[in-house]
T-cell receptor, first 113, second 111 residues
């Protein structure tokens, strides 16, 4: 069974630009969560999606948004990029929301110059 | 609020044991443990639910004290492959996938 895939793996943008990251969950998984990982802040929760609905949102500004499609694939978008948005963005999928194993993708490394 | 992990870092020799602790100020529904090696994605180790249920690897053991909202991960007879950063992630509800992660504990196992 294929794992969680994220595209692109690496991205370099400049301040003020916007970016869209994509996540394809494991087949059959309907719950997708996004996390931001930085050396200073660690792993921080961004969003949780299930059945195309955002169920939870972390403490991030409105520049961070996301969505989930009917095939469970998910995208997140960051507008008006800031230097502090440089991070590894991880997507995780699970069968359902709840106390279930989350399978993480390899992440997208975003660098904002 | 982010759970607090201790210690922040530990260095072991092969065969030695280690305990990593995770403490939250909030009432928890479950505690999850993940290990991340450098340059790789976090990998699931174990889930502990209130009520005592556990899901996870046979060779990893952990505990969850619901009254104190504390969890401990026990690594026995450590191997070189145990090296990495260990994260606890907490869930406050049973119907969410949202995990709040601790700051991580870096474990280095030396030959």
């Amino acid at each position: 069974k294929a794992g969680v895939t994220q595209t692109p793996r690496y991205l370099i943008k400049t301040r003020g630009q916007q970016v869209t990251l994509s996540c394809s969950p494991i087949s059959g998984h309907r719950s997708v969560s996004w996390y931001q990982q930085t050396p200073g802040q660690g792993l921080q929760f961004l969003f949780e999606y299930f059945s195309e609905t955002q169920r939870n949102k972390g403490n991030f500004p409105g520049r961070f948004s996301g969505r989930q499609f009917s095939n469970s694939r998910s995208e997140m978008n960051v507008s008006t990029l800031e230097l502090g948005d440089s991070a590894l963005y991880l997507c995780a999928s699970s069968l359902m929301p709840g106390p279930n194993e989350q399978f993480f993708g390899p992440g997208t490394r975003l660098t904002v110059l | 609020q982010q759970p607090v992990q201790s210690p922040q870092a530990v260095i072991l020799r092969e065969g030695e044991d280690a305990v990593i602790n995770c403490s939250s100020s909030k009432a928890l529904y479950s505690v999850h443990w993940y290990r991340q090696k450098h340059g790789e994605a976090p990998v699931f180790l174990m889930i502990l639910l209130k009520g005592g249920e556990q899901k996870g690897h046979e060779k990893i053991s952990a505990s969850f004290n619901e009254k104190k909202q504390q969890s401990s991960l026990y690594l026995t007879a450590s191997q070189l492959s145990y090296s990495g950063t260990y994260f606890c992630g907490t869930q406050e509800g049973g119907n969410t996938g949202k995990l709040i992660f601790g700051q991580g504990t870096t474990l280095q196992v030396k030959p």
